[in-house]
């Protein structure tokens, strides 16, 4: 019998996975208005929180924050036939999650009781909605390595946060600008 909550949809993203300082690289195999699949190389227990930096093909990478509903262990000699990785529920994920990836806006959402905030820095007036979140690039150095980051957030200040957060230790804020 299927538990999930709301219905999946097939795709295939590459994102990032954070759990705490740790850096994994895996694909997005599926996504719904509640949670997404995560194919990847690294074991996490359930309900750890991880970040999970979407970096879609056709627009600015942004960020999911999400507690691992499940583990999926598959025998090595099957990996290129079962996919093994993690099962997120989505806990905070920008607009651009939902209408990008799952095909809806927030408001038009399955689950209306669900939380769903864009991770930002911003407050919202009270009884305003999440922030709208906007395009940035921000400019970032370690040593003599440069590179441009492109994110969505509500405020430049959020923006670098992002970034920060995103880069990880060593890396300094240069510029950010509307992107």
Do not use: N
């Not at 999930?4 to 994994?24: L, N, P, Q, W």
């Not at 999926?72 to 990836?101: C, F, H, M, N, W």
């Not at 799952?102 to 909605?129: F, H």
């Not at 040593?143 to 969505?152: C, I, N």
């Amino acid at each position: 019998m299927d538990r999930r909550r709301a219905e999946r949809i097939k795709k295939r993203v590459t994102c990032e996975v954070r759990v705490g300082r740790d850096s994994h690289r895996g694909i997005v195999l599926d996504v719904s208005g509640t949670g997404l699949f995560v194919q990847a190389a690294v074991r996490i227990p359930p309900g750890a929180i991880v970040d999970v930096i979407v970096h879609p093909a056709d627009g600015p990478e942004f960020l999911v924050r999400a507690r691992v509903a499940r583990q999926k262990q598959t025998d090595p000699r099957l990996v290129s036939v079962v996919a093994a990785g993690v099962g997120l529920q989505i806990l905070e994920a920008p607009e651009a999650y939902y209408r990008d990836l799952v095909g809806y806006s927030q408001e038009r959402s399955p689950a209306p009781t669900r939380k769903r905030a864009s991770v930002s820095t911003a407050t919202p007036a009270a009884g305003a909605g999440a922030p709208e979140l906007k395009p940035f690039r921000v400019q970032v150095r370690k040593g003599s390595r440069q590179k441009t980051v492109k994110l969505e957030a509500a405020d430049e200040a959020a923006a670098r946060k992002a970034a920060a957060a995103k880069q990880g230790e060593g890396w300094e804020i240069l510029e950010v600008s509307d992107g």
